[in-house]
């Protein structure tokens, strides 16, 4: 019998559970997929069989029913295997635990059709919040019918498994600028995957870059119209829920390289100096926990506004500080034996160094976070 013949007969639901019994499996293929500049496509496909892929879909709708702490957990033991796997698949973890909290929270029942689907044809989709922040990219222009959209997206994880693209793009109206939000189909001729991503760490999430030349998007399509340049109501909800998830990940990075720090360290004779850097080491990790506790506390207010965006980056930058530091620590502690690719280590802290650049980076973090503090308004702080 097979991992997933006997993950599928136990019928479970708990997601941490299957994430753990497939981390072995993901944590052999890491080391090649990255050496090879390779997306993980093989685990997409077992975490489709294993039942991940609509594991935030409501249980009425016909998914697995976890919320967001249990996905947040998910993705930590994923990462700790794989941090380009669960990176990647973070991106479609959001993507669907929005709608998913939209439906239940605020009782928002076109997000329903999706949930639906997502659950019964296990569809991936696709983030393109690297290109599609607060100001929006890409251009929408009015033809009979809806639109026809071009435009460059960056960033976009596990852009060879993605059923549908969610991404928008910018309108010219009345001499104001919008933002056109819709899901796209990766198979449409119109939409092409470009051969980018060559990085220095998280190289398995093939997040590569997708070109949309003159895609027609019908009005129907478009699931929400917003100014460019200034917070919607419903980034609040993105905001809140997306990035806990999408640190889950990288605080597995971080726990991997510290276990594979202080393997290292046990063989060889301790000394002071290393003990007070297994010390160092682990209280930077205690602080990425801390850190990300502290978003996922944000996000069970169930209460998304300007006041949880803010609590969730401050614990989002402190998380990566800490979750950077720690697995520098890690090398230092693990010394020459930590250099070699074989260890493990030196990718873990190449893909750690992804944590640096999500939105809202540092700087952009800190105005808002001070806009707040002295009462002022954040609607263009992003």
């Known amino acids: 019998m097979t991992l997933i013949q006997e993950i599928q007969d136990t019928k479970t639901r708990d997601v941490v559970a299957i994430a753990e019994r497939l981390a072995p499996t993901f944590a052999e293929g890491a080391e090649r997929a990255d050496e090879e500049d390779r997306f993980v496509a093989e685990n997409y496909a077992i975490l489709k069989d294993a039942g991940l892929i609509e594991a935030g879909v409501p249980l009425e709708l016909g998914g697995g029913g976890a919320d967001v702490r249990e996905l947040a957990t998910m993705l930590r033991v994923l990462g700790r295997a794989c941090g380009s796997t669960a990176l990647a698949f973070s991106m479609h973890t959001h993507q669907v635990a929005i709608p998913a909290w939209r439906w239940r929270h605020q009782k928002v029942q076109a997000v329903e059709p999706l949930l639906k689907r997502i659950a019964a044809e296990r569809i991936?989709?696709?983030?393109?919040?690297?290109?599609?922040?607060?100001?929006?990219?890409?251009?929408?222009?009015?033809?009979?019918?809806?639109?026809?959209?071009?435009?460059?997206?960056?960033?976009?994880?596990?852009?060879?498994?993605?059923?549908?693209?969610?991404?928008?793009?910018?309108?010219?109206?009345?001499?104001?600028?919008?933002?056109?939000?819709?899901?796209?189909?990766?198979?449409a001729a119109e939409v092409r995957v470009l051969d980018t991503w060559h990085t220095l760490g998280m190289r398995g999430t093939?997040?590569?870059?997708?070109?949309?030349?003159?895609?027609?998007?019908?009005?129907?399509?478009?699931?929400?119209?917003?100014?460019s340049g200034e917070w919607h109501p419903l980034f609040h909800t993105i905001s809140t829920i997306a990035f806990p998830l999408i640190y889950a990940a990288y605080l597995?990075?971080?726990?991997?390289?510290?276990?594979?720090?202080?393997?290292?360290?046990?063989?060889?004779?301790?000394?002071?100096?290393?003990?007070?850097?297994?010390?160092?080491?682990?209280t930077?990790?205690?602080?990425?926990?801390?850190?990300?506790?502290?978003?996922?506390?944000?996000?069970?207010?169930?209460?998304?506004?300007?006041?949880?965006?803010?609590?969730?980056?401050?614990?989002?930058?402190?998380?990566?500080?800490?979750?950077?530091?720690?697995?520098?620590?890690?090398?230092?502690?693990?010394?020459?034996?930590?250099?070699?690719?074989?260890?493990?280590?030196?990718?873990?802290?190449?893909?750690?160094?992804?944590?640096?650049?999500?939105?809202?980076?540092?700087?952009a973090q800190a105005q808002y976070t001070g806009a707040m503090a002295l009462g002022e308004s954040v609607a263009t702080v992003f």
């Open 124 to 187: 991936v989709l696709l983030s393109s919040g690297g290109s599609d922040w607060i100001n929006g990219s890409g251009v929408a222009r009015k033809v009979e019918g809806g639109y026809r959209v071009s435009g460059r997206k960056i960033f976009t994880s596990g852009a060879a498994a993605g059923d549908v693209f969610m991404t928008g793009a910018v309108l010219e109206e009345d001499g104001e600028r919008h933002v056109l939000h819709f899901g796209a189909p990766m198979k």
């Open 252 to 282: 597995g990075v971080a726990d991997s390289a510290c276990r594979i720090a202080l393997d290292l360290a046990r063989k060889r004779p301790m000394t002071h100096d290393m003990r007070a850097l297994a010390g160092r080491m682990m």
């Open 206 to 227: 093939g997040s590569h870059d997708v070109m949309l030349d003159e895609l027609f998007v019908p009005d129907a399509s478009v699931a929400l119209k917003r100014k």
């Open 284 to 363: 930077e990790l205690r602080g990425a926990e801390v850190a990300h506790a502290s978003m996922l506390a944000a996000v069970e207010r169930n209460a998304p506004s300007a006041e949880t965006v803010n609590d969730v980056m401050i614990g989002k930058s402190l998380g990566a500080d800490h979750a950077i530091r720690a697995v520098e620590l890690a090398m230092e502690l693990a010394s020459g034996a930590g250099f070699y690719r074989a260890a493990g280590l030196e990718r873990r802290f190449r893909d750690i160094q992804g944590a640096r650049y999500h939105a809202m980076q540092r700087g």
